[in-house]
């Protein structure tokens, strides 16, 4: 989705990204977090928040369309159409990585209040990922069998469940993205039958 409000230049700028990045990751791990939890992980006061936020309604209104764009940023930033279309998934698995607070934020609860929920989402980050899928199956890359909107769920529970896994502290952040694709590829990857071996 895009936002149709320009970013604040300046410190207070760069103050109300940073309470939008911490209440992301302060809320993925905990939907009950307090304000003042949520400044605490930003490194600003609580006065500061209340200047940039006029309630918990309100925050929680940005983290929502904030997360959906850095996500958006992050899709557009892989390149999904170009280059081989494995190369272009390791890509694709990098990025969402990168961002995966943001996704546990935004699919970790399905029940953000109504209207809180953005215009955006799978169905509309999905079509580059689906085209990247068809792409690949097409060229014989990926297995046609099971579907292209098959692969694209695996693909965002592998990517959700390797940043969870990071942020209990199960498994190091930095090997998220390889353990993804390792899964991912050993999963979709079209084999071919081995040839005959002659006699």
Do not use: K
């Not at 990204?17 to 302060?26: E, K, N, Q, T, Y």
């Not at 509309?124 to 899928?133: A, H």
């Not at 014989?140 to 940043?163: K, M, Q, R, S």
Request: charge should be negative; include cysteine; proline fraction near 6%.
């Amino acid at each position: 989705m895009s936002s149709t409000a320009t970013p604040e230049p300046g410190a207070r700028g760069r103050t109300r990204r940073a309470i939008l990045s911490a209440a992301a990751s302060v809320l993925a791990r905990d939907r009950t977090a307090t304000l003042a939890d949520i400044a605490e992980a930003a490194g600003v006061g609580r006065a500061v928040l209340d200047g940039c936020f006029s309630d918990r309604e309100e925050l929680v209104r940005a983290v929502v369309e904030d997360s959906f764009e850095a996500v958006d940023r992050s899709l557009n930033g892989a390149a999904l159409d170009q280059g081989p279309p494995l190369e272009a998934m390791r890509r694709l698995v990098a990025a969402l990585v990168d961002v995966g607070d943001r996704l546990r934020f935004l699919y970790g609860d399905p029940h953000i209040p109504p209207g809180f929920q953005a215009d955006g989402g799978p169905a509309s980050m999905g079509r580059p990922v689906i085209d990247l899928i068809e792409r690949g199956q097409a060229e014989g890359v990926f297995d046609p069998e099971v579907g292209a909107a098959w692969i694209e769920h695996v693909l965002w529970a592998l990517v959700y469940t390797g940043c969870e896994e990071a942020a209990r502290g199960r498994r190091p952040r930095h090997g998220v993205a390889s353990a993804v694709f390792r899964t991912l590829e050993n999963g979709i990857r079209l084999r071919r039958s081995p040839a005959l071996q002659a006699y």
